[in-house]
């Protein structure tokens, strides 16, 4: 579809905003809403109606901002570039933003839409040694395509139809993950607390550690997956191999650096602390993967321990922060074996274990379903926005 291509600022007011000094208490805790890049990182819809700090009207003449109307598109221009949003309520911004008011032949959903399709775009046109911004000059003359009012409010109402499927579809795979936590806390307890008086022991009691393996890129030869941190995400299992990258070796590892059925892995070290000590549990079947070095691979060598019971042992909130404390409440970067194998952890019965196991594999069941279902909406939405945006 070709429709012309006109600069922001022939069709919107650019407007940036400003931060009173915070050294001036009376600048703050006034009744004029006031956000920064953060506040629209993690938005589960486009509109933002509340704002964690507000600005005295002291606060808001002594700086470069200026109240933004309901409608307003508001675009984060550093730290990072490309968040978008819709003012759901009158507000005023930091230095963070470009905001785009648009004029009277410009949809503002259409315009949050647009906008959104070209942040790649924008984020290469940032300057800045420490971070990355945009100037108000560089916005102002970027070119969207604008066609006549009503196509931008018919284009707009297909993006939100389509935007709302894959929104549900996210709604639903957090509530049965809060569901499936809740089982494992009602049928065992806090398992640091113990509440339920199971007996307890040593991972080392119930199976053996092996730490990934560190390769050379300059070997060649022989292909495999290898699962690294960049695989976990929140996954709690993998059963299809398909996304997990490949290395290349000058030969085949031993076969203690190759995962088998119901092993667990853990991240044993990251630059995001986040992220050391997440744990999931592979299924490769007969496919050769191996684990990187970043990880420490569980093996349970007793069928007394069921394998989704122990990855969800190590989810919880307490054992995660049991584990990171090393122990001595001092939040640690890495962890080792030595880690993992100081930990007590309660061991119940095998067929309450085995019971939550059929929970597991039903709830993964229904994850994959959502998930396939989540891609091809994600896949018709960039399908949808390239057909009008290109």
């Keep these: 579809m070709s429709w012309p291509m006109v600069k922001l600022k022939d ?3 650019v407007v940036g905003g400003a931060t009173p000094k915070r050294n001036v208490a009376f600048y ?3 009744d004029i809403p006031w956000i920064t890049p953060k506040d629209v990182s993690n938005l589960s819809e486009p509109y933002i109606y ?3 700090e507000y600005i005295s009207k002291a606060g808001y003449k002594s700086a470069a901002t ?10 984060t221009s550093r730290a990072p570039i490309g968040n978008v949003a819709i003012a759901g ?3 005023c911004t930091n230095q963070g933003f470009k905001s785009l008011i648009p004029g009277r032949n410009v949809h503002n959903k259409y315009l949050y839409h647009c906008i959104k399709r070209f942040v790649p775009q924008l984020e290469l046109l940032g300057n800045g040694a420490t971070f990355k911004e945009v100037s108000k000059s560089v916005v102002e003359n970027f070119e969207i395509p604008l066609p006549p009012f009503e196509e931008q409010k018919r284009i707009s109402d297909i993006l939100d139809k389509v935007d709302g499927i894959r929104q549900k579809r996210e709604q639903a795979i957090k509530i049965a993950d809060d569901f499936l936590r809740a089982i494992f806390l009602d049928i065992f307890g806090d398992p640091v607390k113990n509440p339920k008086r199971w007996g307890v022991t040593s991972l080392l009691e119930y199976g053996s550690f092996k730490n990934g393996m560190n390769f050379s890129k300059g070997e060649s030869g022989t292909v495999l997956k290898c699962l690294g941190v960049g695989d976990f995400k929140s ?4 059963t299809c191999m398909k996304n997990i990258g490949e290395i290349e070796l000058n030969t085949l590892p031993s076969d203690d650096y190759l995962l ?7 991240v044993r070290s990251n630059g995001n602390k986040a992220l050391v000590g997440r744990c999931l549990t592979i299924y490769p079947g007969k496919e050769k993967v191996t684990f990187s070095g970043f990880c420490i691979r569980y093996r349970i060598g007793n069928s007394a321990i069921v394998p989704e019971y122990l990855n969800f042992l190590f989810r919880t909130p307490s ?5 990171l404390s090393g122990g001595q409440g001092a939040n640690i970067q890495n962890i080792s074996q030595g880690t993992l194998s100081a930990l007590k952890i309660p061991v119940p019965p095998l067929e309450k274990q085995q019971a939550f196991s059929k929970i597991v594999s039903f709830h993964s069941a229904l994850m994959e379903k959502l998930d396939i279902n989540t891609v091809e909406t994600e896949d018709m939405f960039d399908s949808i926005s390239q057909q009008y945006f290109n």
């Design 11 to 13: 069709c919107c007011e």
């Design 28 to 30: 703050w805790d006034g």
């Design 50 to 52: 509340e704002a964690p």
């Design 66 to 75: 200026y109240m933004l109307p309901v409608g307003t598109v508001l675009l």
């Design 89 to 91: 309520i009158e507000l």
């Design 235 to 238: 996954l709690a299992t993998i």
């Design 260 to 266: 088998k059925d119901g092993d667990i892995v853990f």
């Design 319 to 323: 054992m995660k922060q049991q584990m």
